[in-house]
């Protein structure tokens, strides 16, 4: 079962601010990430709790739980909360519409928040379905099978559906492949056809390892994924590999690094639609039992000048770019940019102006 | 009927302060009006159209017309526009059905910022008397609205009250009354509500610095709440402001805070006003566009069309005629304070205060070249 499990490692890690160097060649830094907190015994149980999933408003919580009041195995849940100031409020199973007696998880909602894909388990097989509803104060309609021309007849697991509807990117262990899986994505025309025959993204994405739990940024120029390949930081790490457009080739994975990787299971990421959090699952020291949800802040490189202070000189360096595709002042929508230096780089920047970075 | 017919009043004398402030100098944040269009023959049809507003996600515009053609109509309704993304164009404007238009007049609508509210005057039965203001709700942009609901006697009154504005915030509602305490025919007031899950609080009028003895209406906030536009009622029967232009006209007034109190108001002159009836004037969500009703010649329908005219802040600070890194320096320096000269967002005219808002109307214009001499060479 290769869900979220393997043998637990046990290990205390320190991982307060540390710089991640995002682009290759590159010796400056996207963003770093604060120190990551659990989400707390309210969420997490003492069981599994994985696939965090945040709605775009910031104020429902979709996850994955084996805990106690469920239909079986592992089930979908939501928790809510009033305003992004608050605490999450009890988790509510998402009914039997959704879950079945066996395992449910990985969730990912389109765009306006009336499709959820998600991963229905049996056994060691596993396939995408899909439910709708016909607003978002409607319940969730009875589920559906994305059927074989997406699903295998092995695994096929963690949806992440993009903005446009357009394009879904999952996991697969499809028979007949080598061991491991590997990333694989489908597409179609308008979203009332039917989605085509899936591609396996490819090297330097895919190894022969296990490469899976893929997460897009909206644009879909950067893609978070968890994967057991060599030069992380011990067991799953999490890994994150851009392309310029959806045209061109993915470049080469770079591992997140301390605290958002440690020598623990590191995986399902997900960066918040404001960019301003990163969550993931960690089995790591400090949580409520096995797989815990986590959050870490998400914090942007602004002092682009590396003089010490957010100032003028680095909004300077931001207009000397205008309309460039420079990587060191794209630094918004935080907190991957979108390839283009323009406002949005200025409004992230101005959001630390006068910022002492020591 | 549409008109207003209040009671003629004996002429009341208003010294204005007629000094045109728009486009002059550089010691404030200033803008300036472009050259007004009439709106595509789509949206200006079927006789009389006035503009009503544009909802804040850009995707829906409504309208009044009079139903059979003639502003003498007993019956004016809402129409509404709507189309898929910002960069569509605006399909003919639909008639609203019930619950919002009903047999009787229904005029002057405005949306909130989350445009699930929507306000509008209507003199229906159920009222307290003559023109009341009442307001329709939504789930989400995507249901229909619902039974619109009286604004109650805090606001409303046996005489008429119309032309509403909810304000960005949602915290000030924005209308013109004839109810007693105010300076003539009907004046602009305002009431206000600690949140907006909190009831109204009982209108104050804007005081005898913006009303005046004629009929004062169409109150229009910019979303940093500095500028006040605002108009005569286009009744012939009516007095019309003096200092004007000869008929109705689009005026406006500002202030230097939230907290301070509203200039004497300025005739928006005759790049803007015509001498024919022009009235209602509406910013854009984004503050970027006036629209206004006009009599003036021009337009493809008969009587009233719908006309904008865009608003461009003055940006180049330094005066040196290009928008560049220069002018972002001058805005980094005056950072967070209250500093006119660099206080341009949002559209028009800013907020009070130098941050995010400005620079993004900045960046809109960066590397703009200005005709001109430098003033600083």
């Not at chain 1, 599994?48 to 195995?73: M, Q």
């Not at chain 2, 924005?174 to 009907?186: E, L, M, Q």
């Not at chain 2, 005569?232 to 007095?239: A, E, F, G, Q, W």
Request: charged share 20%; with cysteine.
């Amino acid at each position: 079962m290769k869900w979220l499990n393997g043998d637990k490692m046990r290990l205390v890690v320190a991982g307060i601010v540390a710089a991640v160097a995002l682009i290759g060649g590159s010796t400056k830094a996207d963003f770093t990430f604060g120190e990551p907190t659990n989400l707390g015994p309210l969420i997490n149980s003492p069981g599994v709790d994985a696939s965090p999933l945040i709605t775009p408003d910031g104020l429902e919580l979709y996850f994955c739980s084996d805990r106690e009041g469920g239909l079986g195995e592992v089930d979908l849940w939501m928790s809510s909360r009033p305003t992004k100031d608050d605490d999450w409020g009890a988790p509510v199973n998402l009914g039997e519409r959704v879950n079945s007696p066996t395992w449910d998880l990985g969730p990912s909602l389109s765009a306006d928040g009336l499709e959820m894909y998600f991963c229905r388990g049996y056994g060691d097989m596993a396939d995408i379905w899909v439910t709708r509803r016909d607003s978002v104060n409607d319940p969730w309609m009875e589920s559906t099978n994305l059927g074989p021309t997406v699903n295998s007849n092995a695994m096929d697991c963690g949806p992440c559906i993009l903005p446009d509807g357009l394009t879904l990117f999952f996991y697969s262990v499809r028979l007949g492949d080598p061991p491991g899986g590997d990333i694989w994505m489908t597409t179609r025309a308008t979203v009332s056809d039917a989605w085509g025959a899936p591609v396996n993204v490819g090297s330097p994405v895919n190894t022969d390892t296990w490469d899976y739990w893929p997460s897009l940024s909206a644009g879909g120029r950067v893609m978070m994924f968890c994967s057991s390949r060599e030069g992380g930081q011990g067991n799953e790490d999490v890994w994150l590999v851009k392309r310029p457009t959806t045209c061109d080739a993915w470049g080469s994975p770079i591992n997140l690094g301390p605290p958002a990787n440690t020598e623990a299971w590191d995986t399902c990421p997900y960066i918040s639609a404001d960019g301003s959090t990163y969550f993931f699952v960690s089995d790591r020291d400090g949580g409520q039992g096995s797989y815990d949800l986590w959050q870490a802040p998400v914090v942007p490189v602004v002092d682009l000048n590396s003089d010490g202070i957010v100032d003028a000189d680095d909004m300077c360096m931001i207009v000397e770019n205008w309309g460039t595709d420079d990587l060191r002042c794209d630094i918004g929508p935080a907190p991957f940019g979108d390839g283009i230096v323009n406002v949005e780089d200025l409004v992230v920047l101005a959001e630390r102006l006068f910022e002492e970075i020591p | 009927m549409k008109w207003l017919n209040g009671n003629r009043m004996s002429v009341v004398v208003v010294v204005i302060v007629a000094m045109m402030v728009v486009g002059g100098g550089i010691a404030n944040a200033d803008f300036t009006f472009g050259e007004p269009a009439v709106l595509e023959a789509t949206i200006n049809s079927g006789g009389n159209p006035w503009f009503d507003c544009i909802s804040n996600d850009g995707l829906e515009l409504y309208i009044e017309k009079p139903i059979g053609g003639g502003t003498m109509s007993m019956n004016w309704d809402f129409y509404v526009s709507t189309r898929a993304t910002t960069n569509d164009p605006w399909p003919a404007p639909v008639r609203m059905g019930s619950p919002i238009n009903t047999d009787d007049l229904e005029a002057f609508a405005c949306l909130s910022s989350d445009d699930l509210e929507l306000y509008f005057a209507s003199n229906r039965p159920g009222g307290f008397g003559r023109w009341d203001l009442w307001v329709a709700t939504r789930p989400t942009v995507f249901d229909p609205w619902k039974t619109p609901e009286n604004l109650s006697p805090t606001i409303n009154t046996s005489v008429g009250d119309l032309s509403p504005w909810i304000t960005a915030d949602g915290l000030e509602l924005y209308f013109s009354s004839s109810r007693p305490g105010g300076y003539g025919n009907a004046d602009i007031w305002v009431a206000r509500r600690p949140t907006i899950e909190d009831n109204w609080g009982a209108p104050v009028n804007l005081g005898p610095v913006v009303n005046s003895g004629a009929f004062d209406t169409f109150p229009c906030l910019s979303s940093g709440g500095l500028v006040l536009f605002f108009s005569d009622y286009p009744d012939p029967s009516l007095l019309v402001r003096p200092g004007g232009l000869g008929q109705t006209d689009i005026w406006m007034s500002r202030r230097q805070s939230i907290t301070d109190p509203w200039e004497p108001p300025v005739n928006l002159g005759p790049g803007l006003n015509s001498s024919r009836r022009d009235c209602q004037p509406r910013l854009s969500p984004d503050g970027d566009v006036l629209y206004f009703s006009s009599m003036r010649s021009g337009g493809p329908s008969g009587g009233f069309n719908i006309w904008q005219t865009p608003i461009t802040p003055i940006v180049d600070f330094n005066g040196d005629r290009i928008v560049n890194a220069d002018d972002m320096c001058i805005m980094v320096d005056h950072w967070g304070e209250n500093y006119p000269l660099c206080d341009i967002g949002p559209t028009p005219m800013g907020d009070g205060i130098v941050n995010v808002e400005d620079l993004k109307v900045l960046a809109e214009h960066l590397f703009e070249k200005l005709p001109g001499r430098p003033i600083n060479p």
